[in-house]
Each structure stands twice: as structure tokens, then as C-alpha cells.
């Protein structure tokens, strides 16, 4: 077993090496990925994907037809992949890494696992959706928000803040989805942006106010069955139910929170090249692909209603345009899942 | 030996974590309120469905065997039938229908719309062999139809009723997706949360260990519950055939009640299926993604079972024509791991693969090894059945007459066990593809099996889409539970 493992960290090891060579050869050896010059990259790649699975099934199927790479998709949940990764190190069988909130990648680059970003993807992704570290970069965008039913609450009513949602007025009231990352990003956000102290008395109060779901659509489904007034989950839900059937939001009315209000968050989805990827020049064309303007144009026309954020693609025209959110400035690299679920777990949420 | 090793991975896990936890981490983490509300929920479930199901099952197997029911054939089969619906398809069903399910309420209804199958088989079994010598003494001694019931066929199918409610109980703890949907909090829907939330985190790891408590409480009800009196008839001659008890202005309540429960554990949720998959139309039947998912929840069900089923054999072998203090040591082992939730299995794995054997973390090896562990007496309990009806000396028979002794097994004991090993590795491949949480942790990359990709899409709300792998798992259950049914009838029978 010992053997085993040492020649694991050697293969490690040298792939981290040769990484690092091909890093030194130039900058511009990058530009063959993805794109018009798709002939360099060959062979297939293992993407850990805790985007939607959707959503990430248009780009991959729209990359392998370009590129011919093949792509195999292991589907989990933010935290649980980047947990794994980090336990898994070195000989984690991943290439690529996506989320649908930042925590989870902060949490892979402070465990040092990330390669650089290739400087060709990091110059299509504008600085406020990635990190100043180009570890990894943003890939899309959501927005919190709160939806809730027109008939219960008239909109005077509403909560100038998302804190005020603690408050015992609001008791019995308004429905979440812990479990999710989603959540617990926005958690990670008013952890960053208030201190620890607010954060935990804010999940406290949660606890005794609001009503678990699993899953934002399920939260969404119970405000339009009238199960409860409100639900605390991310703007795409809504948006992508309306572009269907409107059957689980036809009783639902976003609002959003803007004045940089905690509840205003813009939650950066990730996307990075693990240093222990065994196809990096694959990786990393996958990820400008995103990035890239066709990748960004899936967004936009797609049925995912998530923001699109680089390469200068606007976003799907039905939302509301990213610059009316007043969204609070966060650091995407700061926020940090491990301390979120420990105050989670001691407010009882988990 | 080295299954019995392997079998104690999980346990021996638990205990190592719990104890490498450290003991103030480890209290902190389990005495604290939210493990009280999941103890008061997990708890709750259990005392409140576990007599439901009894209730249920045994009237039901009660009415068809020893009453004069119209159509009884007919209902005998149709009680067994909801076996074929996984819980979370129920769940799913139930809650499409009426979306304001939630809590303890939901969950006392599906699971035992679910499971009390899993009494009625056994009980209806029990039933059917019963000498009626006794009860035929008892009404000469007086007693009525109904005290004659409570005071003598009750007590003489004892073991088929606890066993059948240590079965359900174990499933209450077990369940992951039918609780998930309907918002219904027990230890393994939290530690699958912590799970997603941590990947193998210590809080999670310590639900665990509460949680394989319970199972071992549970276990040891069980022996104490069984007693160790005898059922078996002694006396001389052939058994009679038991008098059918006329139902008479019972008749038609009788038909209705049966009629009622029936249908709203096998017909309101297969309906439902039924719906969602016209409502999506053809659409939803998208070849490329379902028929992937299909045959590689034909793959695992065939390997593991086959692989579950070889593994047992030895096992049962040993147990019925050796059976010493290893032997039994070897069993017990097993029957604790799979009394283990899937989830906790699950657990064990990924940690020890991922530290010990990075070279087999994530292979479809470690799955189906988890599989057998699960599943193993599923198989061993029908092959040790077949065992005990090919006599050794059919064997040693053949060997007299000049057969090797190898060839001899071959031809006479492998042959004679044939079909117990069927009904064996069948019941196996139901259970494979209807498991969730372990599949869920343990797969290999780029794994899709029926049962995870309802999951995935129930999950986001697409019921429509979800329907068709619905179908699916049922249109493969439904002859598995069949069989079964069939099985227990025979093994009652000899």
C-alpha cells in the first residue's frame, strides 16, 4: 500500500513538474485551446461538476463536438466535491472543477490544488467575477432574492434588509434550503461581509423563523402552493420556471434587496484546473470554452437563466441587467464554506 | 474469513471514528439539541409505523389465507405488489399529488404504504403452514374465532412478525430519498446533508455512530422479541387443511378495505408514474441518456448479484453442514453489516479506499463490494433454505458410486440448490437496483443508474422527467417481487 501511494505522489509529482515546464515555456503556448486551434487538445477529461447538470451537459456536449475531447461528469454538490478533492489530493481523478457558488473553490485553492488559470481565460473573465489570484475563475453568476406570494405580503410589508428576516415578525414565514450550497454561500457572504458574531445570531434567529426545503425549486413550488409567504432562494429559479410552464411560479413575485444589502449577494459560480489533472491542455481549453464566447452565449440563450459574465455577452435579456442589482462587493476568494457549515451546524441548520 | 474481515469494515470504521473523534468533539457533536429532534423523528417513525405495518400485513395475509375472501388468489398477490415500488417513488407519487406531504404525518404514510409487504409476505407464509390441530382444540375448549386467533395463531407466528418488524424497522432508518422529499428529517437524510455539505465531515460521521447504535438496539429487540420456543409440529401423521373461516356480512368490508389499500400503495403511485410519463411525452424518453442508465443498473444488478450470490454460497454451505462457532461468528458479521444503513457503509468505504486503497477508490469494484456487503443475507437466507432440502447424503451417495467427490458436489448439491440460489441472487438484484446512497457516494465517475438519475431529476422538480426511470425500476421489480412472494410460499411449504 505504502509503494502504492509513494508512486502515486511521484506520478503526482511529476505531472506538477511538467506543469510547471510547460508554464515556463511561454505564456503563449496557451492559445491552441479550445477556439479555431481545437487540434492540439485530444484525449478526454473528468469533470467534478456541481453545476447544474443541465447547464453543464450544453457545454460539454457542445465542447466535445468542437474539440473532440471527451468529457465523463461525476455530479455532486459544491462542498461535497471540493471536500472530496481536498481529501482526495493528489489523486483526485478529476481534471476540472465546477460550482455553482465560489466557497467551494476558495476552499480547493487554500488547499493549494489549483493550477493557474490560463492567462487567454483569465483576460476574457472581467477582475470583479474572479479571484485576484487567477486560481480559478468566475464562470456565471446568480443573484439572491427573495420570492414571495403577492396575495400574503403587500409591499410595504417586505424586508428592507435580509437580516430583518431573523426578526420574530417573520416567524413561520419564509422557507430556505440549507442543505444546498446555494444557501450557503449567501451565508458565506454575510460572514465576510458583517463578522461572525451577526452571522450566527442572523442563523439562530433562521432557525427559529423558517421552514426547510430541499432545494430552491422545491422552496419556490412551496411559496407558489401557499405553503408559506416567502422563500429566500436564487433569481434563476424563478426566471427559468416562468420561460416553461410558469406552473410552479405563477403565484410568485421576485423582489430584490439591492442597497448592497447582504441579500443583494451575487454569487460567482467557479470553474479551475486541478494541478493533479492528468489532461491539462484539455482542461484548460474546457474552461476558456466556457469562458469563452460560445460558452457565455449558452447562458444567454439558454434555458438556464443564469447570468453570463464574460467574454462580453450580455445576459439572457429577461433579467434584470446585473448593473440595477447593487449587489455588495465580496471578495469570491474569502469566503469560506468550512466556517459556514460549522456555524450552521451550531445554529442547529444541519 | 476475509468476507467477514471486509464485512466488519464498516463497523470497525464507526468505532475508529468515534473514537479518533476525540471524546469531547464526539460529545459535543452528539449530545446537542438537533440530534435530539432527529432521535425524537427516527424514533417516532419506527414506534408509530412498525405496528401500522403489522396491523396491515397480518389482517391482509390473515383475510386471504383463512377466510373465505372472495378472489382470495388474486388479493394475494396484489398485497405483495406494492413491494415493487421503491419507497421514494412512492414518496415521489404522493407528493406530485398533494405537494403540502411534509413531516412526521408524510412519513408514517409512505413508509408504511411501502413496506408493510414486508410483513404480509411472511405472515401470509406462516399462515398457510399453520396446523389447524390447535385451533381445532381450542374452539372445542370454548374459545371463540377471535380469541382463538389472539391466544393461538398469533403466538405461533411470532417469528415471522418479528422478523418481518425488524425489516421494516431497518428500512425506517435506512431510507434516504422517500424522507428527503417529503421534508422528513431522520439520522440518514442528515447525514447525507452533512455529507453534501462536508464530504465525510466529523458531524456526519457521528450521526453515524448514533445511528448504527440504533440498528444494533434493534437487532438485539429482535432476538429477545423471537424467544426460543418451538413452532414446528411434532406429533404423528399428515398436517390437516385449515377450515376458511366465513366472512359472511364481512364480505364487502372486507373487499373495500383490501380494495382501498391496494390502491393507494400500488395503484395511486403507479397512476401517477403513469401520468407524468404521458405528460412528458415523448420527449422525456430521451434514448441517450436512459438507456445508458438502464443498462448499467442491469450491469450492477447481474454482477452483484452473481457476485453476492458465490460469495454467499461458501458462507451457507459451512453454516448448514459444518455448523460450528465460526460459522456462526462468520453469519452474525454479516447480518450486522447489512443491517447497517447504506449510507454508513457508504461512508466506510470512501474513507478507508480513499486513505488505504487509492488504487480501487472510486471503481466499480468497491460498489459492487458494498453491494455484496449489504446484501448478503438476502442471498444466504434463500440458499441456506435450498441447502437444508439437498440432503449430504445424495452427495456422498454419488461419491459411492464413484463420482469424485468435486464432480459430486457439482452434480448433485450445486444442482438441488440451483433454484434457491435464483430466488437468492433475484432478491439481490431488486435490492441493487433500487438502492440509492450508496450508489449515490460510491460510484464511479460518469455512473448513471436508474435509480441516481431519478434522483437527480426529482430532485430539480422534473417530475415529468423523472417518471420514465420511475417506470423503469418498476417494470424491473415487479417480477423480482414476484418471485419472491413465490419463494416464501415454497419455503413455508416443505
Redesign the interface.
Known amino acids: 500500500m505504502k509503494l502504492r501511494k509513494n508512486a502515486l505522489a511521484g506520478i503526482a509529482l511529476a505531472a506538477t513538474a511538467a506543469l510547471g515546464l510547460a508554464a515556463c515555456g511561454s505564456g503563449s503556448s496557451a492559445p491552441a485551446a479550445g477556439g479555431s486551434g481545437g487540434s492540439k487538445i485530444s484525449g478526454e477529461i473528468t469533470v467534478y461538476n456541481a453545476q447544474h447538470e443541465s447547464l453543464t451537459k450544453e457545454w460539454v456536449d457542445a465542447f466535445t463536438q468542437e474539440t473532440g475531447v471527451k468529457v465523463t461528469v461525476r455530479q455532486g454538490d459544491d462542498s461535497e466535491m471540493s471536500n472530496q478533492i481536498v481529501q482526495e489530493g493528489a489523486a483526485s481523478p478529476a481534471d476540472v472543477f465546477l460550482t455553482e457558488n465560489s466557497p467551494a473553490m476558495a476552499q480547493v485553492e487554500n488547499a493549494g490544488l489549483f493550477a493557474d488559470v490560463d492567462k487567454a481565460t483569465v483576460d476574457q473573465v472581467p477582475a470583479a467575477y474572479r479571484p485576484s489570484t487567477n486560481k480559478w475563475t468566475g464562470i456565471a453568476a446568480r443573484s439572491t432574492v427573495l420570492v414571495y406570494d403577492k396575495k400574503k405580503i403587500s409591499e410595504d410589508k417586505l424586508p428592507k434588509s435580509m437580516l430583518d428576516l431573523a426578526k420574530p415578525e417573520w416567524k413561520g414565514k419564509w422557507a430556505a434550503s440549507p442543505s444546498g450550497a446555494d444557501f450557503q454561500a449567501i451565508v458565506a457572504a454575510l460572514l465576510e461581509l458583517k463578522g461572525e458574531a451577526a452571522t450566527i445570531e442572523w442563523l439562530k434567529g433562521m432557525k427559529e423563523n423558517f421552514k426547510a426545503y430541499k432545494g430552491n425549486s422545491t422552496a419556490m413550488k412551496a411559496v407558489n402552493a401557499g405553503e408559506v409567504d416567502a422563500a429566500l432562494i436564487y433569481h434563476y429559479y424563478y426566471y427559468g420556471d416562468q420561460a416553461k410552464t410558469g406552473e410552479n411560479s405563477k403565484n410568485v413575485t421576485p423582489y430584490f434587496f439591492k442597497h448592497q444589502d447582504p441579500g443583494a449577494f451575487l454569487s460567482v459560480s467557479g470553474g479551475g484546473v486541478l494541478k493533479s489533472a492528468k489532461n491539462p491542455a484539455a482542461a484548460q481549453a474546457f474552461l476558456k470554452f466556457i469562458t469563452g464566447k460560445k460558452g457565455q452565449e449558452v447562458l444567454k440563450n439558454g434555458t438556464s437563466f443564469e447570468y453570463a459574465i464574460a467574454s462580453n455577452v450580455e445576459a439572457n435579456p429577461k433579467l434584470v441587467p446585473i448593473k440595477d442589482l447593487q449587489a455588495p462587493t465580496v471578495d469570491p476568494a474569502k469566503l469560506n464554506s468550512a466556517k459556514v457549515t460549522e456555524l450552521m451546524t451550531q445554529a442547529g441548520l444541519l | 474469513m476475509l468476507i467477514a474481515l471486509l464485512s466488519l469494515i464498516p463497523l470497525g470504521y464507526v468505532v475508529y471514528m468515534t473514537v479518533t473523534t476525540g471524546w469531547d468533539t464526539a460529545v459535543s457533536l452528539i449530545v446537542?439539541?438537533?440530534v435530539g429532534?432527529l432521535l425524537l423523528n427516527t424514533v417516532l417513525l419506527v414506534v408509530l409505523t412498525v405496528p401500522l405495518c403489522l396491523v396491515l400485513g397480518v389482517g391482509g395475509a390473515w383475510l386471504v389465507e383463512r377466510t373465505t375472501l372472495a378472489g382470495h388468489r388474486f388479493w394475494a398477490v396484489a398485497l405483495a405488489a406494492p413491494l415493487a415500488i421503491p419507497a421514494f417513488v412512492n414518496s415521489y407519487a404522493w407528493v406530485s399529488a398533494v405537494?403540502?406531504l411534509e413531516g412526521i404525518g408524510s412519513g408514517v404514510l409512505i413508509s408504511t404504504l411501502s413496506y408493510f409487504p414486508l410483513v404480509y409476505i411472511p405472515a401470509a407464509a406462516a399462515l398457510s403452514r399453520l396446523d389447524p390441530a390447535l385451533e381445532h382444540s381450542a374452539a372445542s375448549l370454548g374459545l371463540g374465532p377471535w380469541a382463538s386467533f389472539f391466544r393461538v395463531v398469533l403466538p405461533q407466528l411470532r417469528v415471522a412478525l418479528t422478523g418481518g418488524a425488524l425489516l421494516v424497522s431497518l428500512h425506517l432508518l435506512a431510507e434516504y430519498g422517500a424522507f428527503?422529499?417529503i421534508?422528513f428529517d431522520t439520522f440518514t437524510t442528515?447525514i447525507m446533508?452533512?455529507?453534501?455539505?462536508?464530504?465525510?465531515?466529523t458531524?456526519g460521521n457521528m450521526l453515524a455512530s448514533v445511528l448504527v447504535f440504533l440498528c444494533l438496539l434493534l437487532l438485539l429487540a429482535e432476538v429477545r422479541g423471537r424467544g426460543s420456543a418451538r413452532y414446528s409440529r411434532v406429533g404423528s401423521g399428515s398436517q390437516g387443511i385449515a377450515l376458511r373461516l366465513p366472512l359472511g356480512r364481512y364480505q364487502l368490508p372486507a373487499q373495500l378495505s383490501l380494495l382501498a389499500l391496494v390502491l393507494l400503495a400500488f395503484g395511486l403511485p403507479l397512476a401517477l408514474v403513469l401520468r407524468w410519463a404521458v405528460q412528458g411525452g415523448a420527449a422525456v424518453w430521451t434514448a441517450d441518456e436512459f438507456v445508458p442508465a438502464l443498462l448499467q443498473t442491469l450491469f450492477y444488478g447481474v454482477v452483484g448479484a452473481a457476485v453476492t450470490t458465490v460469495v454467499a454460497f461458501p458462507l451457507a454451505y459451512l453454516a448448514v453442514r459444518n455448523p460450528t462457532w465460526f460459522s456462526k461468528a462468520l453469519e452474525l458479521c454479516n447480518y450486522v453489516t447489512s443491517s447497517l444503513p447504506g449510507i454508513v457503509v457508504g461512508l466506510a468505504f470512501v474513507t478507508v479506499t480513499?486513505r488505504?486503497?487509492?488504487?480501487v477508490?472510486?471503481t466499480t469494484g468497491v460498489l459492487i463490494a458494498a453491494y455484496v456487503l449489504l446484501f448478503l443475507p438476502r442471498a444466504l437466507v434463500s440458499l441456506r433454505s435450498g441447502l437444508v432440502q439437498a440432503p449430504k447424503e445424495l452427495e456422498e451417495a454419488a461419491q459411492a458410486l464413484g463420482t469424485s467427490p468435486f464432480l459430486a458436489f457439482l452434480r448433485v448439491t450445486l444442482r438441488l440448490t440451483a433454484p434457491a440460489a435464483a430466488g437468492g441472487a433475484a432478491l439481490v438484484f431488486l435490492a441493487i437496483v433500487n438502492e440509492l446512497t450508496a450508489t449515490l457516494l460510491l460510484s464511479p465517475?460518469?455512473t448513471h443508474t436508474l435509480a441516481t438519475e431519478f434522483w437527480?431529476k426529482s430532485?430539480?422538480?422534473d417530475y415529468a422527467g423523472a417518471a420514465p426511470y420511475a417506470l423503469l425500476m418498476i417494470v424491473l421489480s415487479a417480477p423480482m417481487t414476484y418471485l419472491l412472494f413465490h419463494q416464501s410460499k415454497k419455503a413455508a411449504g416443505q
Open positions: 446537542r439539541p438537533r429532534e405537494p403540502s428527503a422529499m421534508r442528515a446533508i452533512q455529507f453534501q455539505s462536508t464530504f465525510n465531515g458531524a480513499i488505504l486503497a487509492p488504487a477508490y472510486q465517475n460518469g437527480s430532485s430539480e422538480i
